[in-house]
């Protein structure tokens, strides 16, 4: 598993703008470290920027938007039966991963790769897959209820069985064999 050790320090987080919750943070981990006010060492991997997504959640995309931690690439990661409810995946890598049966309720995907990427029997209830690229995708018997599927690209997914009851859902092309009816609901949707 690729990865950087990345040092970040209390003094460069306020320079940016860190909230009072993320220095919290900071400061629970320096403590941890020994460090008190100093700087932490953190080895930024790919199971670390998962973990950091799902419990960190908006806190990741902050330092991630400035620049202080890298990027990894969740492509082809094995994340099946996964707790990411509520975690922060933006624009994240995960073409080919494996994550079937995870719990994404309410997941943030805004412009996440997930093409070919298994999803089957995954729940994804309330998740954000606004611009999301899900060609190829498997979601068979995937929970879509209620998610924002707004721009997301579906071609060639294969959504046999999902509930996409409430989606906000892609105005663009379609899965094949996939139609829309005159109120623009998915005909084969359940």
Not at 35 to 49: A, N
Not at 132 to 161: I, M, P, Q, V
């Amino acid at each position: 598993m690729s990865g950087a050790y990345v040092w970040l320090d209390r003094d460069t987080l306020v320079q940016h703008g860190a909230c009072p919750d993320g220095l919290a943070v900071f400061d629970a981990l320096s403590a941890l470290q020994a460090r008190p006010g100093g700087r932490v060492l953190i080895r930024w991997d790919p199971l670390t920027e998962v973990w950091s997504r799902a419990v960190l959640r908006g806190h990741v995309g902050w330092l991630f938007e400035r620049g202080l931690v890298p990027r990894m690439s969740l492509h082809g990661a094995d994340l099946h039966g996964a707790d990411l409810h509520g975690a922060d995946l933006r624009g994240a890598d995960l073409a080919y991963a494996d994550l079937h049966g995870a719990d994404l309720r309410g997941a943030d995907l805004r412009g996440a790769d997930l093409h070919g990427a298994d999803l089957h029997g995954a729940d994804l209830r309330g998740a954000n897959l606004r611009g999301a690229d899900l060609h190829g995708a498997n979601l068979t018997g995937a929970n879509l209820t209620g998610a924002d599927l707004a721009y997301a690209n579906l071609s060639g997914a294969n959504l046999a069985g999902a509930n996409l009851t409430g989606a906000n859902l892609p105005t663009g092309d379609l899965p094949v064999g996939w139609t829309r009816d005159t109120n623009g609901n998915l005909a084969g949707a359940s």
